[in-house]
């Protein structure tokens, strides 16, 4: 059973930064992408994902302030999280996608306040 582990979360004020790793259980290139997505009313919306070819994809509400990398050796992506503003507080989800199966972690909290 394929495992997500998400750490990194937690408080911050405004204009802060976080960084988020995501462990992945198994080699991350078994996998078509892998990134974060953060709760939002009814939806888990795309915060940024990585491919297995290194293209990165990001959410309009995030560009130019997050980045997302990843260390194949350690099976681990990261999500930097720059200039953080109060709306980007959410529960972040890690995931992880080959072909039509989504594997998801349990989620990590980042509350942006002053």
């Known amino acids: 059973q394929v495992q997500l582990v998400e750490s990194g979360g937690g408080w911050v004020q405004p204009g802060g930064s976080l960084r988020l790793s995501c462990a992945v259980s198994?080699?991350?290139?078994?996998?078509?992408?892998v990134g974060w997505y953060r709760q939002a009313p009814g939806e888990r919306e795309l915060v940024a994902s990585i491919?297995?070819?290194?293209?990165?994809q990001f959410g309009d509400s995030v560009k130019g302030r997050f980045t997302i990398s990843r260390d194949n050796a350690k099976n681990t992506v990261y999500l930097q999280m720059n200039s953080l503003k109060p709306e980007d507080t959410r529960v972040y989800y890690c995931?992880?996608?080959?072909?039509?199966?989504?594997?998801w972690g349990q989620g990590t909290q980042v509350t942006v306040s002053s």
């Open positions: 491919n297995v070819g290194g293209k990165t």
């Open positions: 995931r992880a996608k080959i072909l039509s199966r989504n594997y």
């Open positions: 198994e080699n991350i290139f078994n996998f078509n992408s």
